[in-house]
């Protein structure tokens, strides 16, 4: 159980345009989501966290233009990478919290490799 | 300083060893404490997760929380080469739920 889906997995695009990557839970609500970018061989940075019906709240640092997060379902949180560039590529990763469950663990999904050309 | 503190490695073990894996953190509201596992170009799977100090044992793993010394650790009994990952401890204070990651250590086991 407590299975988290990312969409795309590898995504390379060129500079300029805007890519969406989805993050859903399958078999659990999730109010409330996070999103994590990570760059070759360093740790998960916390970019956000994302809860249902409300705005996203940012870590210090991050844009909030640049990155738009949405979190319209229990099972839905999106995040927009808004005209990227090279310097975006990195790999996303999101995670999830088990509604109701405010002492359980995050359940991550599997990552969405981002290439800006 | 950084808030949670783990050695990069690379470590290099023989299959069947026993691997000791930590973590030292300066946080001491920390409460809740996690090990995760994470392939190359996969998101981190979780291992263990505990709560406050102990020993919490599953399997080929145990997990040790002290606490006073603010030290953590994730011991491998009888390694594997499908072991071989980057371990990832993590951490989190009581009631929230942001987590805090050591840089992660990257582990092969060798056959």
């Known amino acids: 159980g407590a299975v988290v889906s990312q969409h795309p997995s590898w995504v390379i695009c060129k500079s300029g345009t805007s890519v969406k990557i989805e993050c859903r839970s399958l078999d659990f609500q999730a109010t409330t989501m996070f999103w994590y970018r990570q760059f070759p061989k360093q740790s998960l940075m916390l970019m956000a966290t994302s809860n249902e019906g409300s705005k996203a709240t940012y870590e210090q640092g991050v844009e909030k233009d640049k990155f738009l997060i949405n979190h319209a379902s229990l099972t839905l949180s999106t995040l927009t990478v808004t005209s990227a560039h090279p310097e975006d590529s990195s790999f996303y990763i999101c995670s999830a919290l088990i509604s109701g469950a405010l002492d359980q663990p995050q359940h991550f999904g599997d990552g969405t490799r981002l290439s800006i050309l | 300083q950084k808030e949670v503190e783990q050695d990069p490695g690379p470590l290099s073990v023989p299959e069947g060893a026993i691997v000791s894996l930590n973590c030292t953190y300066s946080?001491?509201?920390?409460?809740?404490f996690m090990w995760y596992r994470q392939y190359s170009r996969k998101g981190p799977e979780l291992l263990m997760y505990?709560?406050?100090?102990g020993n919490k044992e599953d399997g080929r793993f145990t997990a040790q929380v002290d606490k006073s010394s603010k030290y953590i650790s994730l011991f491998i009994r009888d390694s594997q080469p499908s072991d071989s990952a980057t371990y990832l401890c993590?951490?989190?204070?009581?009631?929230?739920?942001?987590?805090?990651f050591g840089q992660g250590t990257r582990l092969t086991i060798n056959p």
């Open positions: 993590a951490m989190s204070l009581q009631g929230a739920q942001k987590l805090v």
């Open positions: 505990t709560y406050s100090s």
């Open positions: 946080n001491s509201a920390f409460q809740y």
